[in-house]
């Protein structure tokens, strides 16, 4: 056994790491005892207390090293250690200290134990916990290496100080063993296996914590990278897919131009006509018309359309260039990260992404009646449910498009005030944003919030108890009603 730790006292544990944990030794110039269960770095190493400081890293802990922690607190502080020893033919260690027994297995996937009683009740590393303990047969007493049992020497890929992060990161880049049998490379010579033990430490750290870094940095990358480049390809497949909004304007444009004199059999479905193109003289358009509108209202309807096309493919323009530019930064951050020298080297991965990106604000749409009320619209039926049960209050109004999929839409009526004007601008948008949209006339639930009940089958599905009924035109609330 090392004769500096027998008889000292366990002190002041913290985390040192992932998988690591740290005592201090209840005596003057006396190292500290770092207990690793990582794999790069498995082992056991008595550190300097500057050193410790430099290289500890509690905010790395995991939560199973937090959990062992509080107990190894609670058990091994203040008592002595009893005895250190090895298991024949096994990297594993026995530390006993006061009443309580720590098992330091090295091997496989490493773990540190702590047992009580002879159970285990706490423990921390990569793998499953150390225990059961082998039995005394097979211990032997620890011995730590000095000059006589062989000068150590530690080999490195460069001096140390001029070492880059990636370079201790390399397979096989560092190594540990005595001066005489030192591996090929530069062999730095230590004075005591102590210092050797504390350099391939602080060695083993910066390289598994730039690998890890650097993995996580390039995984995010390249996740973010698929996510943007799916959402190109479907932005662009939505552009495609767009009508021609030119056709529309020049369809709409021939219905003011024809003669007052055309005739439109009347009926409920549309009819397709064929009027004279007044940019092209003897040629005809195709034009759907409504029987139950004018021509004058059939051509708003065309124009209107076609400005609804034309806002959709400038919005797709908008968010095609957004995530292009996003795209371009992912790609780039996953090349930065595979040729990163150093920790400092790699930006750490964003937990946001980028609102420009991610399309729309979330929320309800807010415009606002002639009369300066709020109108609100749902955007899906979880925001639908959102908004009537959990924004709007009991005497707002509650409106939706009968019988038909659409928006909750509320109106807000904080004192009573909302007039004949202001209920019909809001069913015309209740209308609107529902998928009788493309139908001459609506009929629209109007109600106070307090009649209506969530229904099964899902969100967004209510009952209504008591309605009124409004018939309305569906109108776009954009460029006519304020938004806020």
């Not at 134990?113 to 916990?129: D, I, K």
């Not at 006509?273 to 139950?292: C, K, M, Q, S, W």
Request: net charge positive.
């Amino acid at each position: 056994m090392s004769p500096i730790l027998l008889g000292r006292s366990l002190r002041g544990a913290r985390a040192a790491g992932a998988h690591a944990v740290s005592f201090e030794i209840s005596a003057e110039g006396v190292p500290s005892l770092w207990l690793d269960a990582a794999r790069p770095t498995a082992g056991i190493y008595l550190i300097e207390r500057h050193d410790l400081r430099r290289l500890s890293r509690e905010s790395e802990a995991s939560g199973r090293t937090r959990h062992a922690l509080l107990l190894l607190r609670k058990e091994l502080e203040g008592c002595r250690i009893s005895s250190l020893r090895r298991v024949a033919g096994q990297r594993s260690l026995l530390l006993r200290a006061g009443s309580a027994d720590l098992v330091l297995r090295f091997s496989g996937a490493p773990a540190v134990t702590l047992a009580l009683g002879g159970a285990p009740v706490a423990t921390f590393g990569e793998g499953r916990e150390a225990w059961p303990a082998p039995g005394p047969d097979v211990e032997r007493e620890a011995s730590w290496p000095t000059r006589e049992g062989g000068r150590p020497s530690l080999r490195l890929p460069a001096p140390l100080e001029s070492c880059h992060d990636a370079d201790l990161a390399a397979p096989h880049a560092l190594a540990l063993a005595p001066r005489e049998d030192a591996p090929p490379g530069l062999v730095v010579p230590c004075a005591t296996w102590r210092d050797a033990a504390a350099r391939y430490l602080e060695a083993q750290l910066r390289g598994s914590r730039f690998e890890r870094q650097r993995s996580i940095v390039a995984s995010w990358a390249r996740k973010e990278s698929r996510r943007l480049a799916r959402l190109e390809r479907h932005l662009e497949a939505d552009r495609a897919g767009l009508p021609a909004s030119l056709a529309l304007r020049r369809a709409a444009e021939a219905l003011l131009a024809v003669p007052q004199g055309l005739h439109v059999a009347h009926g409920d479905a549309e009819v397709e006509t064929e009027i004279p193109d007044p940019y092209a003289p003897g040629h005809v358009v195709r034009v759907f018309l409504n029987p139950r509108l004018s021509l004058a209202a059939n051509a708003d309807r065309l124009f209107e359309k076609a400005r609804r096309i034309e806002r959709g493919r400038d919005q797709i323009e908008a968010r095609l260039g957004q995530t292009r530019e996003a795209l371009a930064l992912a790609k780039d951050r996953e090349s930065r990260a595979a040729s990163a020298l150093d920790l400092s080297d790699l930006e750490p991965p964003s937990p946001d992404r980028p609102t420009s990106v991610a399309g729309p604000a979330s929320g309800p749409r807010h415009y606002l009646t002639s009369h300066g009320l709020s109108i609100l619209v749902g955007r899906g039926a979880k925001e639908n449910h959102r908004l009537t049960f959990a924004v709007a209050r009991p005497e707002d109004l509650w409106l939706h498009a009968r019988d038909v999929p659409g928006a909750h839409v509320i109106l807000r009526d904080n004192e009573g005030r909302a007039g004949a004007l202001d209920r019909r601008e809001a069913a015309e948008v209740a209308a609107f944003f529902s998928d009788a949209r493309p139908d001459a006339s609506i009929d629209v639930h109007v109600t106070r919030r307090k009649h209506v009940r969530a229904a099964r089958g899902g969100l967004g599905r209510v009952s209504v108890a008591y309605s009124e009924t409004l018939r309305v035109v569906p109108r776009d609330p954009e460029g006519r009603l304020r938004r806020r």
